[in-house]
């Protein structure tokens, strides 16, 4: 199956800890951007796909009318898209939006929530309110949109174990169909590095973050979301398709700014300068983007580590077939470490992390990449 993902970078503000492709709203810029994206999505011929995601960034930025007109562009090149999902902004939300969305074909929202306390909604940068996020939900759901999700965070500076509790038992009330949480990264460059430099003592170490992961994967488990994945819970039926091609080791295509896609074993990622890349998709030539065909270990290891983020792990069989490579032989020594540290498991066919090796995820997955 083949994946879409479009990138759309503006955001009304920049969050302090974010590390994402993305740029502060400006009208001009953003139709500039959006007749970029059409002339990048019509160069090539048409090519049926299963998922597409309008991912950012804030897509929300846009209004819900040239969303339409997005995702009819890309229903010409890309016709045939069983699950379209966008990525949202609770305070962001237009009335009718949701209407327009769903006669656009949109069947997945995914709300950005981070968290229903106020003080750490503020900490993080945010501008909605708790308010806005049951509103949000409710008008989801009166346009009978057939998949909801919900971004929540944790290991926020002030976050303790009873607001993230606290907010995991809001997020459950509203019944999405879907949750994802993930810990705070603090990344170099970012106005939270500074912070973290001057303040260490303001955020999380990996044994409290950890004690947090715990009860996220408690409490959301008791109320009926299957963990599938490091940093996703999902009900019966809704599962995120598209993410699930990428820890498959599918193929996607990425469109956009810093849009990256995987063909035919190589993997490219366009430019993250947005000047660059708007330009050269209007003047029709090629995206500057920097390309690498994965081979042999290098290509067996990646699979691996997007097979180890998913609950199942890797299934040694369907490895072995799909590419040449015995992963208790070939991988052997990795294995061996990790399982007697505790971090790995073997479940009849397959090899996967333990609870407390999703939490160290980067760690082993690392180990597999780097393993010559
Ligand atoms: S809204 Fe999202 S993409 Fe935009 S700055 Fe905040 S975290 Fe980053």
Not at 9 to 35: I, Q, V
Not at 138 to 157: N, Y
């Amino acid at each position: 199956m083949l994946g879409v993902y479009v990138h759309l970078p503006f955001c009304p503000y920049l969050c302090p800890y974010c590390d994402f492709a993305k740029w502060p709203l400006r009208e001009s810029m953003a139709r500039r951007y959006l007749d970029a994206l059409f002339a990048e999505i019509e160069r090539d011929r048409s090519v049926p796909a299963a998922t597409v995601y309008l991912g950012g960034g804030t897509p929300n930025a846009y209004d819900a009318a040239t969303i339409a007109e997005l995702l009819a562009h890309l229903d010409r090149r890309f016709p045939g898209a069983g699950e379209i999902s966008i990525e949202l902004n609770p305070e962001l939300v237009r009335d009718g939006d949701f209407a327009t969305y769903r006669a656009a074909g949109i069947t997945r929202v995914s709300i950005g929530v981070q968290s229903f306390e106020p003080t750490e909604i503020r900490t993080l940068g945010r501008k909605h309110t708790v308010a806005q996020i049951g509103s949000v939900v409710a008008q989801a759901r009166a346009a009978g949109l057939s998949s909801l999700s919900l971004d929540l965070m944790f290991a926020v500076p002030g976050q303790t174990p009873a607001s993230w509790h606290r907010t995991l038992r809001a997020a459950i009330a509203l019944e999405p169909d879907h949750i994802s949480a993930y810990g705070l990264t603090v990344e170099e460059g970012t106005p939270y590095f500074a912070w973290r430099a001057r303040e260490p003592q303001a955020f999380f170490d990996d044994e409290r973050e950890g004690e947090l992961y715990a009860i996220a994967i408690e409490q959301l488990q008791s109320a009926g979301y299957e963990q599938y994945e490091i940093s996703n819970f999902a009900r019966p039926g809704h599962r995120c398709a598209h993410n699930v091609n990428y820890w498959e080791n599918g193929e996607y295509v990425g469109l956009g700014v810093g849009a990256a896609s995987f063909r035919g074993g190589v993997r490219s990622v366009h430019t993250r300068s947005l000047e660059r890349y708007v330009s050269a998709s209007l003047d029709g030539g090629p995206i500057p983007s920097e390309a690498e065909r994965l081979e042999g270990r290098q290509r067996a290891g990646e699979a691996i580590m997007l097979a180890l983020r998913t609950t199942q792990g890797v299934s040694l069989r369907a490895f072995k077939e799909r590419y040449g490579i015995d992963v208790m032989t070939d991988y052997a020594p990795i294995v061996a470490r990790f399982a007697d540290t505790g971090l790995l498991e073997r479940i009849g066919d397959s090899v996967r992390l333990t609870r407390r090796g999703r939490f160290l995820a980067n760690d082993v997955c690392g180990a597999f990449i780097t393993f010559e």
